[in-house]
């Protein structure tokens, strides 16, 4: 499987120089972030368009929260939550992903328009996933997963996180080849947070590089986490974590991630237009927010 590069971005529009950037569209009653807020179709649709007008590149909708103390839900409750908004946003021209740990959903959701599986169990979940996604020609992310937020605390020991979370994302790479997914549609993410103590969180951000090595592309999901969030007074309301997360995004850029995944898209394309800017590699901001907010 040969490395691809930022550029290489086969679910995503207009990729920049710098990484994609995914806006997080939760359609859920219990996000940590924003459960609840976009359930209504259409506050929704309207969420995804002011992602979209930020700079976002994909939008990835999600039907099923993954919280500590979230309730699972049935495909068929996810795919009405996330059908009808994915069939409006590939309507309008907006590239999707979907986020979902069912392959029916997956299947679905390709149907109604999306161009991405973004699997945060990697394949664990659902053993049709892999040979599902094999036959859609979509794009799969893999995330590292060590089971549901209820088991967390008992599988989160590592003795090197760097390597166990590499090797186990190897096997999954390898299960996915082997169902069919062509190496080229491949991504992995390192699944920040989800069976993770704060130390383990940083120390596989700082080793992005070693997680490229797998040869292919790598999402990087670290927008409002907990980790993040330690960073802050205690009182600190969730949104005061887009700006760690903005920073987070530049040195994963830096790390040689080929997209990152955020609620706030504004402040992450203005994070990455400044790297791209100081590296000499262009400096337009890239949303239109950022463009009015700029005089001339």
């Known amino acids: 499987m040969s490395a691809a590069t930022a550029h290489d971005t086969s679910g995503v529009q207009s990729a920049p120089a710098a990484p994609a950037v995914w806006g997080i569209l939760n359609v859920t009653p219990d996000s940590f972030s924003d459960g609840g807020a976009y359930l209504d179709p259409q506050r929704a649709l309207d969420r995804a368009r002011i992602l979209a007008a930020d700079g976002a590149h994909v939008i990835d909708v999600g039907g099923e929260s993954t919280r500590p103390g979230s309730q ?6 996810e795919q009405s939550r996330v059908l009808p908004v994915i069939a409006a946003l590939a309507a309008e021209g907006l590239r999707v992903s979907i986020d979902t740990i069912h392959a029916s959903t997956a299947a679905a959701s390709v149907e109604a328009g999306a161009a991405i599986v973004n699997d945060v169990s990697g394949g664990l979940t659902d053993p049709a996933m892999l040979e599902t996604v094999a036959g859609l020609d979509v794009d799969y992310v893999a995330m590292h997963w060590r089971g549901p937020a209820a088991v967390w605390d008992a599988v989160s020991d590592y003795r090197d996180v760097v390597t166990e979370v590499r090797d186990e994302l190897r096997s999954r790479l390898e299960a996915a080849l082997a169902a069919g997914i062509p190496a080229e549609r491949l991504w992995v993410d390192p699944g920040l947070g989800f ?66 995944r955020v609620h706030d898209a504004h402040s992450t394309v203005l994070a990455l237009a400044t790297r791209s800017a100081w590296r000499g590699t262009g400096a337009a901001a890239t949303s239109e927010r950022a463009r009015r907010e700029v005089p001339a």
Not at 72 to 77: E, F, G, K, N, S
Not at 211 to 228: H, I, N, P, T, W
């Open 195 to 260: 069976a993770k103590r704060h130390d383990d969180s940083w120390a596989l951000l700082r080793s992005l590089p070693a997680l490229a090595d797998l040869g292919c592309r790598v999402l990087v999901g670290a927008s409002r986490k907990r980790f993040l969030g330690e960073l802050l007074p205690p009182d600190h309301d969730v949104e005061d974590r887009d700006l760690p997360t903005a920073v987070v995004s530049v040195l994963a850029a830096e790390g040689g991630a080929a997209a990152v």
């Open 72 to 77: 699972p839900v049935t495909p068929a409750v």
